[in-house]
């Protein structure tokens, strides 16, 4: 019973990583498949903080681009290692999730969204004024892991890393804190009211998002080699916001579903580039009209109903 | 070298505060934020650059046209069943209206032969205020943002159509039970919020270069501009617009292009912080 | 006997999975004034609601005029002559007085307005006196009287006030049941009041018991026994 019921939950990280396996057909799908990674990172993320702790939060952006920026930024002014630029990336993207929490938890939840809006537009341009180190809006190469490690060796690293940071928030939302995630984001309220200091909670929620989300930046700048102010903006900071609604975000697979139509859709279309964000705009609007409960429920729900006309409800209902 | 800096601030705060105003009436009344203003307006201004060639007169109506008939069209078709369907959920409609503006600008951008363009006025000499040269069409652009305020209350003072849509957004379960048409008292104000969209895209375009872009760059700004203001709030919108404008002119001069929208938007950041529900207060609570 | 003018047919509203009324059964006759009595909760305001298009129900059907009103939107039924006082917000706070009425009046023309107002302040002289002060600055009472004043100046054939009486003293409550009675003896029009208290009995023609989303009684007015009314309230 209680496996069964975990099962979903334990066989995630197998299912992250079996695509490990494209390390052995190399070139432009291994790439690919690396692109999306760094996305299915940001998709959990955007889930545990928007969707299960109930915050509303929009910068994704913004931390993503301070995880990358700080390697950039370090590369160019020290010699400090690869692994450390990256773990302080993260860091201080932790830090900026933080004091955005503090400076505007007193605001209510629209207006807090508003500001993490407007910090996903604000990011972008500091990028740009800070052109002389960041390389602004032309962008700026840096020797990333990519080319320390081997392209094949970071690809695996890659893997590992969205293996691991999935698996930890898969657990970290079946344990206490988690529970008390989810109890925020539906009844805020009533979790004052039991005694629980929410905001303390949330305080976690934020630093916890800040961290993976700046750690997943981090891994992106030194997956791609290089990076300028417009590869992450606020175009993708709702991109990321999409993810978790697009596959679902009442699965623990939404994220995973959402991100890999978001990265590997467009990869179909790549010959009319020219209409990508039409294409975009379309799904938005579709999706939210014709598969609220998001893809992976909505597909469900189809193969269920064509289930039922080929064996009659009735015993599908005493099967299980 | 101060009154020329503030002379460009109005201009500029005068044209962002048609966006803005229209994102303020629009969500006043139909407690919708609506993404998609700003980027409809630029299509509008593009559409009315495209037919420059025909007369300024017919250009212009054309632009002012498509614009509200897409605003319209948009609410009446897409956005009302979906009010009816599913009440009013702020991330279903950031969503829906994102995807929008992100369609319309991609059409921009596809549609209109060249992605930048800026829209040719007649030269109308200039204007001398104390010893700064002001061009006349830039008191022709402020006056117009100015007087639309007032038409705009003066419309709500005076015609039905007026006092329904200020009726809808003081109440909207009596609005319906008196017998005002509420769907059609959203999409008109949706068309009319667009039109607004299109006149700030439009001297946007007559002073400076519009893109296919400007539509985000003024969606964006004229959008936390709102928020600021207090959001539903018309005069708040107007005065943050001017404040806004006359940041944007000084920090051009004292910190360069690069460093203006960061001091922008680390004000805008302040503000939302210690006052978030905006300057004057919010209409609405959200 | 008088035509019928507004009939529901087996009309079930449910909120969620909640039924707030079930397979409810109503007929009111033009000139009449029906009451609606039933405890706190017994789907008076849903029923009133529905009948005035702010509520959609998921089963039954509406008929009003001779005509089937069931999928019509609110001003639709509005313009037929069909109106609803609401039990709250039932006003434009930050409106004066006067526009309030204006708006009441939503679909006379200038001229007619201007007479159905003098006939409201006719009829409640205190409203004149503050044509210019904001709705939401007027006291409870005041603001009851231009919520009804709002109604009358609608000009329709059907006028529903809910909880007519709720917060105010007995003998204002008194005062507009009457002022009721004189208007429906005058224009003949109808009304339907719900009420908690049962006050409105008073002026009533007819009265429906609704308790826990039933009908349980239609009795005419004088002729009510009131047992049946404990009974309504207090469980059988
Ligand atoms: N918006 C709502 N959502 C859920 N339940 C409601 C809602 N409005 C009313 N109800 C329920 O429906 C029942 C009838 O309510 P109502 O029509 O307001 O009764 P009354 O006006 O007779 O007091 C009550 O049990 C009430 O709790
Ligand atoms: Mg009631």
Known sequence: MTIRHNLPRLLLPFVLALPALFVFVGGYTQWVIGYLYLFIIQGYVAWLLFYKTGQSFYGYSATMALGAYTCVVLQRLTNVSPALQILLGALISALLAMLFFLSTSRAKGFYAGMASFLLAILI???????????????????????LLLGSDNYFLLVIFFTVVIVAFIAWLINTRVGKIFTLIAENED???????????????????????????GALYVNYTGSISSVDINVFTSVSIFFIPLLGSKRSLYGPLVGSMFLVLIPELFSSIERYLDILYGLSYILVMIFLPDGIIIGVGRLLARLFSKIVPPKTLGNSS | MVLQGLITGIIIGGILSLPVMGVALIYGVTGILNYAIATIGTFGAFTTWLLLPYGLLPAILAGLLTSFVIGFGIQQFLLNPLIKKKGNDLTLFFIITFGIATIVAGLTKNFFPRPTISIELPKLGTLFIADVAVDINKVIAIAIAFSILLVMRFLEKTTKTGKSWIATSQNLKMAKLVGINVEFVYSLVSGIGC??????????????????????????????????????????????????????????????????????YVILFAILIVAPKGILGSERSV | MPPLLMEAENLTVTYGSYAALKKVNFSVFEGEIVAIVGPNGAGKTTFLETVAGLLKPKEGSLKFRDRNITKLEPFQRRKMGLMLIPQEGNLFPSMPVKENLQLGAFFENKRSTEEILNRVYRIFPKLQDRTRQLAGTLSGGEQRMLAIGMGI???????????????????????????????????????????????????????YGLEAGEIRFTEDAQQLDRDLIKSLYLGA
């Not at chain 3, 002022?179 to 009420?195: A, F, H, N």
């Not at chain 3, 008073?202 to 009265?207: E, I, K, L, T």
């Open chain 2, 195 to 264: 039109i607004l969209g299109f006149i700030g895209a439009f001297f946007w375009g007559v002073l400076y270069n519009l893109t296919v872009n400007t539509g985000w760059d003024l969606c964006f700004l004229g959008y936390i501009i709102a928020i600021v203001g207090g959001i539903g709030n018309v005069w708040g919108g107007m005065i943050s617009a001017l404040i806004m404008g006359v940041v944007i002119s000084f920090a051009g001069y004292w910190l360069g292009g690069m460093w203006q929208s960061v001091a922008l």
């Open chain 1, 190 to 216: 009533l979790a004052q009211a039991t005694g629980i200091n929410s905001f303390k909670y949330k305080l976690l929620a934020y630093t916890v998002a800040g961290l993976l989300s700046g750690l997943g």
């Open chain 1, 124 to 146: 972008p341009k500091l990028i740009e004024a800070l052109y002389p180190i960041t390389g602004g809006r032309s962008g700026v190469q840096i020797t990333g892991l990519d």
């Open chain 3, 153 to 207: 100046a609608a000009n329709v054939k059907a006028l529903m006030i809910d909880e007519l009486s709720l917060g105010l003293a007995p003998k204002v409550v008194g005062n507009l049941l009457s002022i009721l009675r004189d208007l429906r003896d005058e224009t003949g029009i109808t009304l339907i009041l719900s009420e908690q208290s049962i006050k409105a009995l008073d002026v009533a023609d007819r009265v």
